[in-house]
């Protein structure tokens, strides 16, 4: 039969459920419907749409570059200014606890005025900051400039999520949403490649010299070229198109009369304004800034992606965190360009999964609605978390292990393209989900997602240098690696079957649990028979951080639990 485009097909369906493809056809719905408007992003031109992309992904990256271009030079700024490597690790945690909490100020301003104001007043402040870091001396002079870094690069953790489905349809973003995720990475795989040869030759304070003129010269750009996104639209229903799934060239604008209508093409100049406004109240934005924080305990999808991408992006600072003061000592005693040069490993990954993770996501997704009566549903995509969930804990133990055993450097390189590979793959993944599963509030669920983000990624860079002192590279290394695992595998349940019946599944199977727990850990140490172990309030604190619903833990449960690790550590 025939799908009727003059019906709504979302009507009755859940958040995040479309129409994606016609019933017994290939035709691809097009969601959200654009206007008749030749200024509707969704009717922009090819040349229009790719400039305001590549644009966009070009701020992602330098702005990148600025934050992380510090990261293989730390031990010769550890020389210089006396500042050791765990205050220098500790600043990284104050960047990213300052580039998540602050958007709860930066998104409302966006959704209000547009999108381009804010990305010229985050480049201007990126660069200010940017040429003071070159100058700092002292702990609290490096500890501030992280924090108003983290301030002024906000808006790349954000304004990307929400510009993407600003101009493209529903079964495009995926795509879009992957590269910009492989550039954000890549940014953190570049930028310490070329500083590490940087320092060597001008010493690193040109590191950051060089970071804020790229910063300033995207300022430029963005000044002339960069072009207003923001949209009022109300219609999410699907128009039907002679278009194959999977193919990239939808023809938007063959399908509406753009020309015909009530609208005036702008002008260039119109084009190009400082600002808009959407006519949102003071209230209203205030609203805007705390309903981000509602919607994560609210909503138990946003919740688990917000965890995803948080503890993707953590496994992955662990590994950075460690890769300058590893790869800098004995047995290998790279310099400072070697060791910039060991993040082309990660960046390899990075561009596998910039190039696969979007695409596949979106063929599989398609594939699906297909055979789902047409729905597309947001968790169709969550199927590629399967490779996620076998290379990650692989990455970080053959880079742990590798370290702590003395293996060769390219065992440790290994390690590193594995981690780099999951950490695009995985936040891609559990972006596009967030957005598909609320479109049409995706600007606010995705600072909740940034908010989970950037404050594990502060938790864990604050942590990981006391961690692997008190512990050592080889126990830490399969405490996370283990919880790698095991994180994704509970959250998948979580959001599938909800808290209460996953909950219940644990005390059912309690026994076998434990014994399969017991295997699990005992595999992974038996090679050196030493423990890994968390101090029990630790352990209460884990429990109840995931117990979304106050259930009481008990603290003979606890002991229990923390007497297994003990026994099975031997």
């Known amino acids: 039969m025939e799908f009727n485009p003059t019906e709504n097909p979302n009507a009755m369906l859940p958040p995040g459920t479309v129409h994606l493809v016609a019933e017994q056809s290939d035709r691809i719905i097009l969601v959200p419907k654009p206007s008749s408007d030749p200024d509707d992003p969704l009717n922009w031109s090819k040349k229009r749409k790719w400039l305001n992309v ?98 002024a690069c906000a808006p790349v953790e954000v304004l990307p999520q929400i510009c993407i489905p600003d101009v493209f349809f529903a079964h495009e973003r995926g795509a879009f949403i992957g590269w910009y995720m492989f550039v954000l990475c890549a ?154 040069l060991s993040y082309v490993a990660p960046l390899i990954g990075a561009i596998v999964a910039g190039i696969v993770s979007g695409p596949v996501a979106d063929w599989l997704t398609l594939r699906l609605a297909s055979r789902h009566r047409g729905l597309r549903e947001p968790e169709q995509r969550l199927w590629g978390l399967v490779i996620y969930c076998i290379l990650m804990p692989a990455g970080l133990l053959i880079w742990g292990l590798g370290a702590y055993h003395h293996a060769h450097w390219a065992v440790l390189l290994l390690g590193g393209l594995l981690c780099g590979y999951c950490n695009v793959s995985g936040g891609a993944y559990a972006l596009a989900y967030a957005v598909d599963c609320f479109k049409e509030i995706s600007g606010e669920t995705i600072v909740s997602v940034i908010l989970c983000r950037n404050t594990l990624s502060f938790a864990f860079n604050y942590a990981i240098t006391p961690w692997i002192d008190a512990q050592g590279l080889q126990k830490t290394f399969i405490a996370v690696a283990i919880l790698s695992w095991a994180f994704v595998l509970v959250l998948v349940l979580v959001v599938q079957m909800g808290v209460v019946p996953v909950v219940g599944i644990c005390l059912l199977l309690a026994p076998a649990g434990e014994l399969i727990f ?15 172990i968390l101090p029990v309030e630790a352990w209460i604190l884990l429990l109840q951080s995931l117990d979304l619903r106050r259930l009481p833990v008990h603290h003979e449960f606890v002991l229990r639990l923390h007497g297994i690790l003990l026994l099975v550590s031997g």
């Open 187 to 340: 940014s953190n795989f570049i930028a310490p490649l070329i500083a590490g040869f940087m320092n060597d030759t001008y010493g690193w304070h040109w590191v950051q010299h060089w970071a804020a003129l790229i910063l300033a010269l995207n300022f430029v750009l963005a000044f002339f070229l960069y072009e207003e996104s923001m949209y009022a639209r109300t219609s999410v229903e699907g128009e039907k198109v002679n278009q194959l799934p999977g193919r990239d060239d939808t023809p938007a604008i063959q399908q509406f009369d753009v020309t015909a209508g009530y609208y005036k093409k702008k002008t260039f100049l119109q084009r190009m304004k400082l600002w808009s406004y959407n006519g949102n109240s003071f209230s209203q934005i205030v609203r805007i800034a705390y309903r981000p924080i509602l919607i994560f305990f609210l909503f138990p999808n946003i919740m688990w992606a917000g965890f995803m991408y948080g503890f993707a992006l953590a496994w992955y600072n662990v590994y950075n965190a460690t890769t300058s003061s590893i790869l800098s000592a004995a047995p290998y005693d790279f310099s400072a360009a070697i060791v910039g």
């Open 54 to 151: 590549t644009l966009l992904l070009f701020y992602v990256f330098t702005t990148g570059i600025g934050g992380t271009s510090v990261y293989s030079v730390f031990t010769p700024i550890s020389k210089d200014t006396g500042i050791s490597i765990a205050q220098l690790n500790n600043g990284t945690g104050y960047l990213f606890l300052m580039a998540g909490w602050t958007n709860v100020i930066w998104q409302p301003l966006a959704l209000t005025f547009g999108r381009r104001p804010i990305i010229l007043l985050s480049l201007l402040f990126c660069v200010a900051i940017s040429e003071w870091t070159a100058w700092i001396d002292h702990y609290p002079s490096w500890a501030a400039a992280r924090c108003l870094y983290g301030l």
């Open 518 to 532: 017991v295997l699990v850990v005992r595999m992974l140490v038996i090679v050196v028979r030493e423990d890994v």
